[in-house]
């Protein structure tokens, strides 16, 4: 209603900070994170975004805010695309031929990444504390989970902008505005995980 023509609003402020690099979605529930390779796009558009370039920024990107936010050395899950993360190759084969390869150029790089895992147990691990974070290739993919280990006290943080930007995983609760009914535990997480990001100074 007020004109704004990006996607959602992460693009707006990216747009607003001049940031030309690769920007995503932190959703972030305790101690776990999450990143997408891609996200407010239609399902069907999904696995041609998918690129071992697309990969490796999602994971880049957030190992680089979880040492921001305090954890050495983040153990980061790469989730696969298809059901049973491809089968071996019968139900699909971006896990062989993108996914994989990613992760092992990301290794090299130096980065705790592993996978692909299948999209339907990962998080059954990284609840248990095996991972720091989980790249998932979608938006749903991730955030049913999240959503449900921990909606109340989710949070979503915009990465790759220059200053932390975060909210509760709720928005704005319009539906219960005045009712005196809104719990405050997303935003008070929000708000300590941005002053925790902010001082340890500017993002380089």
């Given amino acids: 209603m007020a004109g704004m023509t990006e996607e959602d609003e992460l693009r707006f402020m990216q747009g607003l900070f001049d940031v030309r690099g690769f920007t995503c979605e932190f959703n972030i529930t305790g101690n776990l994170w999450t990143s997408r390779v891609t996200s407010h796009v239609p399902l069907r558009e999904v696995a041609g975004l998918i690129t071992q370039e697309a990969v490796s920024d999602a994971v880049h990107i957030i190992d680089r805010a979880l040492r921001r936010s305090g954890v050495v050395r983040p153990r980061i899950a790469v989730s696969g695309l298809n059901p049973h993360a491809g089968d071996g190759g019968s139900i699909g084969r971006e896990e062989i031929e993108i996914i994989a390869p990613a992760v092992e150029r990301l290794k090299r790089d130096g980065l705790e990444a592993s996978g692909p895992w299948s999209p339907d147990t990962v998080f059954i691990a990284a609840r248990r504390g095996d991972f720091d974070a989980v790249v998932s290739m979608y938006h749903d993919q991730g955030q049913i989970a999240m959503k449900l ?56």
């Fill in 149 to 204: 280990m921990g909606f109340e006290r989710g949070v979503t943080l915009h990465g790759g902008l220059p200053v932390p930007v975060a909210t509760s995983a709720s928005g704005s609760a319009f539906d219960i505005a005045g009712r005196g009914v809104a719990g405050i535990d997303g935003l008070q997480h929000a708000f300590d995980l941005c002053v925790r990001i902010a001082s340890q100074g500017p993002a380089t």
